[in-house]
């Protein structure tokens, strides 16, 4: 089936929920009814579309959550802080927080900064960045990330996306089979973002450099109830892997097969790792 075929059928059985929180305009997905609830954070584009498939899959059994970022909310606390705002709402209980790539960085924010609303963290495709890095791959980053924010403010959107597309599909061999799938992905996702929520991601991504930063006490509450999964064929390196695992205590650790196309195109492992995990987990008192 095509991605047009996919979205179109997600789209029909699953209406987009908006509300103004903490001066940001959230536009997300609440989906289900059980006492466990898993808040899905999304990387690619921060669009929750591309964890549609989770999303359809796991609302069968937990209380779905999958949020857009808003482009007024330009720091990661401000937006961890809202988030649990929207957790709080809602009255979620038994949260679990699924961030994947960006949005695991922002799941341990939310999960640092309230862990009275968190139960537990499943990470997917992390690599840390804070403001430990070394200054030398701090500054690159950083000029990096400022020469696509001005490309991003005189880029017409069209020119803009195009660009990103690129970018995103770059590392993509072209005679790969998922090569229509992902364009598709893309260009439907982009078509629901912005110049301005891009430039906001931009800002949050440096943020992470200067100002944030987690060790081992950060998350002492969550003993045995953090899943990592890690895919075969990442960009992350093997040391960057074991800084995340460190930062838990006893974290359970699974590789997904594939690289960081695979989610998106058959996430049927990951959901499958992590509805195993959601089902081990015992129900805490709210």
Do not use: C, W
Not at 51 to 77: C, G, M, W
Not at 110 to 133: M, Q, Y
Not at 134 to 158: T, Y
Not at 163 to 176: I, M, R, V
């Amino acid at each position: 089936m095509s991605f047009q075929d996919d979205i179109k059928r997600f789209s029909q059985d699953n209406p987009k929920t908006s509300l103004p929180v903490s001066g940001g305009f959230f536009e997300y997905y609440i989906e289900g009814d059980a006492k466990k609830s898993l808040v899905l954070l999304p990387g690619h584009f921060g669009e929750p579309e591309t964890l549609f498939k989770h999303i359809d899959s796991l609302k069968r059994q937990f209380k779905v959550l999958a949020i857009s970022y808003p482009p007024e909310i330009k720091t990661n606390d401000a937006l961890g802080d809202a988030i649990a705002k929207l957790i709080s709402f809602y009255r979620l209980t038994n949260v679990y927080v699924y961030g994947q790539g960006y949005g695991g960085l922002l799941a341990m924010n939310v999960a640092k900064r309230h862990p009275e609303l968190i139960s537990g963290l499943i990470l997917e495709d992390v690599e840390l960045l804070t403001n430990a890095l070394p200054e030398d791959a701090k500054k690159k980053f950083v000029k990096d990330a400022d020469l696509k924010a001005r490309l991003a403010k005189v880029q017409p959107p069209s020119m803009y996306q195009n660009g990103e597309l690129k970018a995103f599909l770059k590392p993509l061999p072209e005679d790969s089979r998922d090569v229509t799938y992902l364009t598709d992905l893309a260009s439907y996702t982009l078509g629901r973002s912005s110049k301005e929520k891009s430039l906001a991601q931009n800002e949050r991504f440096v943020d992470l450099l200067n100002n944030q930063s987690y060790d081992l006490k950060d998350f002492e509450n969550l003993k045995s109830r953090v899943l990592i999964m890690h895919l075969e064929k990442s960009a992350v390196a093997p040391e960057k892997r074991k800084e995340l695992e460190s930062l838990f205590m006893y974290p359970i650790v699974n590789r997904l097969d594939g690289n960081s196309y695979a989610s998106l195109v058959n996430p049927s492992q990951s959901i499958t790792f992590i509805r195993g995990f959601l089902n081990a987990m015992p129900l805490l008192e709210s």
